[in-house]
């Protein structure tokens, strides 16, 4: 099995954001998609997980950053 990284993004609208990386050429798994997330793909092994901003506080206690202001990311990786 080869290593897995999921990269997960919270977005404040996640349909635009579908839109936007669908015009730019990127492909989503509908087996991790619903109102809440999809799952972008970026290569077998690579993915961007979009979250809304509500399923993205499940993973983490910590407050969103505001990305006119700041940078965050939580990223989470599998290995064999």
Same mark, same amino acid.
């Given at each position: 099995?080869?290593?897995? &990284?999921? *990269? @997960? ?9 579908? +839109?936007? !990386? ?6 989503? @798994?509908?087996? !991790?998609?619903? +109102? #809440?997330?999809?799952?972008? &793909? *970026?290569? $077998? #092994? &690579? !993915? *961007?997980?979009?979250?809304?901003? $509500? ?6 206690? @910590?407050? &969103? ?7 965050? *990311? ?7």
């Amino acid at each position: 099995m080869s290593t897995q &990284i999921f *990269v @997960n993004l919270p977005v404040k609208y996640l349909q635009q954001s579908i +839109e936007f !990386f669908t015009k730019l050429g990127f492909q989503f @798994n509908p087996k !991790f998609t619903d +109102e #809440t997330a999809t799952c972008m &793909i *970026v290569s $077998e #092994t &690579i !993915f *961007v997980m979009l979250l809304t901003h $509500e399923k993205f506080k499940t993973f983490t206690p @910590n407050p &969103i950053c505001d990305a006119l202001c700041c940078a965050a *990311v939580a990223k989470t990786c599998t290995a064999p």
